[in-house]
């Protein structure tokens, strides 16, 4: 399902990000990607996203290299995956429920379905007393719950999640990591970077160890 071959970025024409990164993630299958802070997790995470282009390399999903294609592809391919960002990225003048449901507008669902939808993974993630409020009005736990709500509606065959759980106890991170696992019932591949041994020795099916922008080890 994901292909990364050989890819570099190269920041400022002398910082190298990632330096011939390589891996595959399969359908069905979990795998998290670890190392300190620096080692470019979010550089690998951005790239497969489609935030920024690699300076070398191929990114191949879903049979197209996200490389080369052009903005208005690009677009279409962010509407396909879904993606956790560990700042949130809500839109602050929005509702909870606006927040939810703007894959499903994106992608043109009906109303009844967003609504149901919407419903549906909010009381799965324990927002649904939420849904009114602004995002603005939320805790930082809340608004994670809401981002992950957000990348999880659709059900994509893609997800990427950096640090789903970094502000949330650890009885709502079981939970949090259960919903996101059980994408994979319904094949999706499912990406996270975590700091969380515990998370990771639950839930892990392969782990991806970088350092230094470069793959040091990649263990089943």
């Not at 993630?25 to 620096?38: A, D, N, R, T, Y």
């Not at 191929?58 to 391919?77: G, H, M, P, W």
């Not at 799965?124 to 990348?151: F, P, Y």
């Not at 019932?185 to 041994?197: I, L, T």
Request: charged content about 25%.
């Amino acid at each position: 399902m994901v292909e990364f071959r050989h890819v570099y970025k190269v920041y400022n024409k002398q910082t190298r990000a990632l330096k011939d990164v390589s891996f595959d993630l399969k359908e069905s299958e979990i795998v998290f990607l670890s190392g300190p802070s620096g080692a470019g997790k979010t550089t690998v995470f951005n790239t497969l996203a489609g935030f920024i282009r690699p300076t070398s390399g191929q990114i191949n999903v879903f049979d197209k290299n996200i490389a080369t294609l052009k903005r208005s592809e690009i677009l279409q391919y962010r509407r396909k995956i879904g993606v956790i960002f560990q700042d949130y990225k809500l839109i602050s003048h929005r509702t909870v429920y606006e927040n939810i449901a703007l894959p499903l507008i994106l992608n043109n669902y009906g109303k009844k379905e967003i609504e149901y939808s919407v419903k549906k993974i909010s009381e799965k993630l324990g927002m649904e007393a939420k849904l009114n409020s602004l995002s603005t009005e939320l805790s930082g736990g809340q608004k994670q719950r809401v981002a992950i709500a957000r990348a999880l509606i659709s059900k994509p065959k893609l997800i990427i999640a950096d640090e789903p759980t970094g502000n949330i106890d650890k009885k709502m991170s079981i939970q949090i990591m259960d919903a996101i696992a059980s994408c994979r019932e319904k094949g999706a591949a499912v990406f996270v970077a975590s700091h969380n041994d515990e998370l990771v020795q639950t839930y892990a099916q392969r782990v991806i160890k970088i350092n230094e922008g470069a793959v040091k080890e990649n263990e089943l």
